[in-house]
């Protein structure tokens, strides 16, 4: 057991000796399982709740830069497919011309 520990149940024992084991387990479930060093107050959790919301705000702007980037990506993606299939498309009429040029005078 750890210093504290062995304290804490020293204490127990105390209080269970004084009254009943009933009191001496709702008198200690009322104190906190570490030091009250350990134990966080209202103003501590307060600056952390700030600090936390600060932090949320940062992950927020980050986030709608992120999207931002993204649209901007879509957008080109679409552009360059849009090129892409145009450029195929007369690829094809050019080469599907040609075959058939090839094949009439083939067949004269």
Known sequence: MTRGEAE???????IRAATSERVANNVMSMFPPVGWAD???KS???SLRAEMRSEFGSVRSEFSAVRADMRT???????E?????????WALVAW????AGLIVALGR
């Not at 599907?96 to 075959?99: D, E, K, S």
């Open 8 to 14: 804490r149940h020293e204490i127990y024992e105390l």
């Open 39 to 41: 134990v966080a107050t």
């Open 44 to 46: 501590e959790l307060d």
């Open 73 to 79: 990506l879509e957008a080109n993606l679409r552009t």
């Open 81 to 89: 497919m849009h090129q892409s299939i145009r450029a195929q498309t």
């Open 96 to 99: 599907t011309t040609g075959l």
